[in-house]
């Protein structure tokens, strides 16, 4: 039996991993009850198991037995298991009840990544080395990858893994089993913009005795819109997004504070470097046309995403070796997302690859999108990212190691 096979055989245990994932969801870096399902998966897969300090995380090892005298070597494959503070609307039978969900499809991710360990733990004479299984708490917005290679999971074989690989599941935007990537950048960095303005306050009759903040701030969220469209190369983009605007308590009195806060998103090093000093000096000039003060924080979440050109190239070249020449699309352009994959990627070669588990009858391009209370992603995907995973990490051990 291939392992693609092995994987379909699988495939009902893994739906039903995922449903138990799905009903109990569990939100930032402390996920005991999530932790605990998957040492239980994980128990007869014979790998070297270790759990985060600062983290629920889950780490293990798989020591191939095909190396044949030759220098040790790892590949690195990840899943994040954490939820997001979103009510769920789906209506499903195993739908989420505790106030969070799994609307980001982590609940897949770390099911299909279970699923590999099991196929590679049956294959282990076909690995030419060790694979290192990444179970990552704290996706959405707490840097788990980041704690976790703090903590040494890049190293965890006893040496540095030669490149990593991850998936990430989506409701919407791609066919349901098609995996996508692209060289270079795929997800954006993402940067939290925090400003408040202060003026004087006064009566909403007279704002020509006052110094009124509210005024100012709207000219700078459209200030900074500008800016954007006419400070960066249209491609090389900058997103800003206001999501929080405060300020005021009554209809008819000019506040004295205002504030805003916004998302950032940039798709280059190049930009990330300068987008702070271009967004200080927008909303400085709209303060003094004002005259108002600025207070400016603009302080990076989440790296730039960058594909290893090498690695999704044998990512593409192993989609379709296992699942056809329909199993992989080459992605047209990035994401404005953002991923702490990242800090994977910052360290070692490696491919982030999109996997479309769009519900069959549904239209990709109209299909609840991520992070909606609606999100549903088909379970079937589940085996064909298992065997994904399998493979990438067998062919990969099996090619020459890179030149140092």
């Excluded at 000039?285 to 207070?295: K, L, P, Q, R, T």
């Excluded at 989440?302 to 296992?322: G, I, K, M, Y």
């Excluded at 996997?355 to 549903?376: C, E, I, R």
Aim: proline share 5%; with cysteine.
């Amino acid at each position: 039996m291939n392992i693609l096979d092995d994987a379909h055989a699988m495939q009902d245990d893994l739906a039903e991993l995922r449903r138990r994932l799905h009903a109990e969801p569990e939100t930032g870096l402390h996920l005991p009850r999530t932790q605990e399902k998957v040492l239980s998966w994980l128990d007869s897969a014979g790998l070297e198991i270790s759990t985060g300090d600062a983290t629920t995380s889950v780490v293990g090892v798989l020591r191939g037995t095909a190396r044949d005298g030759r220098d040790p070597r790892a590949v690195l494959l990840r899943a994040d298991m954490d939820a997001l503070p979103i009510r769920e609307l789906t209506g499903l039978a195993f739908a989420a009840t505790n106030g969070a969900m799994h609307a980001c499809g982590h609940d897949l991710h770390t099911a299909s990544l279970a699923g590999a360990a099991h196929l590679l733990g049956r294959h282990r004479d076909r690995l030419a080395g060790d694979v290192v299984f990444m179970f990552q708490p704290g996706e959405e917005g707490h840097d788990g990858a980041g704690v976790m290679v703090g903590e040494g999971v890049l190293d965890a074989a006893g040496y540095r893994a030669e490149a990593a690989f991850a998936f990430h599941v989506f409701s919407a935007g791609l066919p349901g089993g098609l995996f996508s990537s692209r060289p270079g950048a795929i997800m954006s960095a993402a940067h939290r913009l925090r400003v408040g303005v202060k003026g004087a306050g006064g009566h909403g009759s007279m704002p020509h005795r006052a110094k009124d903040p509210v005024t100012a701030l709207a000219a700078m969220i459209t200030g900074l819109q500008t800016m954007v469209t006419r400070r960066f190369d249209v491609f090389d983009p900058v997103v800003v997004s206001v999501g929080r605007i405060a300020a005021g308590t009554a209809h008819n009195v000019i506040p004295e504070v205002a504030e805003f806060d916004a998302t950032v998103r940039t798709f280059s090093d190049r930009t990330a470097d300068v987008i702070r000093s271009r967004v200080e000096e927008t909303l400085a000039g709209v303060a003094s046309a004002h005259g108002v003060e600025v207070e400016v924080r603009l302080e990076q979440e989440a790296l730039l995403t960058a594909n290893s050109a090498s690695e999704v190239r044998f990512a593409a070249e192993v989609a379709q070796a296992v699942l056809g020449d329909g199993g992989y699309r080459p992605m047209a352009h990035p994401l404005a997302a953002s991923e702490d994959f990242s800090r994977v990627l910052a360290h070692v070669p490696g491919a982030f690859i999109a996997l479309g588990a769009t519900l069959p009858g549904l239209d990709p391009g109209t299909a609840p999108n991520n992070h909606s209370p609606y999100a549903d992603f088909d379970s079937r995907v589940l085996s064909s990212a298992a065997a994904m995973y399998a493979e990438l990490a067998i062919r990969r051990l099996a090619a020459p190691a890179p030149r140092p």
